[in-house]
């Protein structure tokens, strides 16, 4: 592989320097209220030159959840195979919990999560998008789970998905708002739990 030039080594500077600027100021500030002449000054560069790394503000954020999905492909793979449906949904979103914790936190998550409210994102936010990896495994479990008899099979699969992804949402919405005492892995792996109890196909007795 040709190592990079010197013009190149620059350019990823400089998008590492606005990704890393405009989160920041974005937390501080909140999403809406950062425009991008406010990151382009605070990297003193051209809007031109952010426009050039970024679509728009928005895209930032997306750069973020396609570091996110690229951890969830590496998650996937790990898993036991031989596990039931619901505890590989279990497994991933214990890797999932850890990774939110223990290395994006809390101050990128608030950013995605304000970010998703604000009007000025006009499309569909990616953290429901389904193209998103991590819902994608979700579906392939749920589809496992339905053809082995795991789960019920009067819920169409989107409904099914639609309820554990709001699982997720709602612990990591919790756990931004709680104090440090919230255990992010324990509070999803108990409330999950119990919602995919509720889903299974229990024998008549």
């Known amino acids: 592989m040709n190592s990079l030039t010197t013009r190149q080594k620059k350019a990823l500077e400089t998008r590492e320097k606005l ?10 500030h ?20 952010f426009y050039t790394h970024f679509p728009s503000k928005y895209d930032v ?13 590496t998650v996937e793979k790990n898993i036991d195979q031989t596990l039931a449906a ?33 009007n000025q994102v006009e499309q569909n936010h990616y953290l429901i998008s389904p193209k998103r990896k991590i819902f994608q495994i979700i579906n392939t479990y ?22 554990i992804q709001r699982c997720m949402r709602a612990n990591v919405y919790d756990w931004l708002i709680h104090n440090e005492e919230f255990d992010l892995v324990s509070e999803m792996a108990h409330f999950t739990a119990v919602v995919l109890n509720g889903m299974k196909a229990h024998p008549t007795k």
């Open 19 to 28: 990704l890393k600027t405009s989160l920041e100021l974005f937390n501080k």
């Open 142 to 163: 749920i589809d496992e789970g339905v053809q082995h008899g795991e789960f019920v099979n009067d819920l169409q699969p989107i409904q099914m998905q639609q309820i």
């Open 30 to 49: 909140g999403y809406e209220h950062v425009s991008v002449e406010q990151i382009t000054k605070a990297c003193n560069v051209s809007k031109g030159t």
């Open 61 to 73: 954020i997306l750069e973020k959840f396609e570091e996110l999905d690229s951890f969830y492909s």
């Open 86 to 118: 619901s505890d590989k949904i279990l497994a991933l979103y214990k890797e999932q919990m850890l990774y939110l914790t223990n290395v994006v936190g809390k101050d990128l998550l608030r950013t995605v999560y304000s970010a998703a409210m604000t």
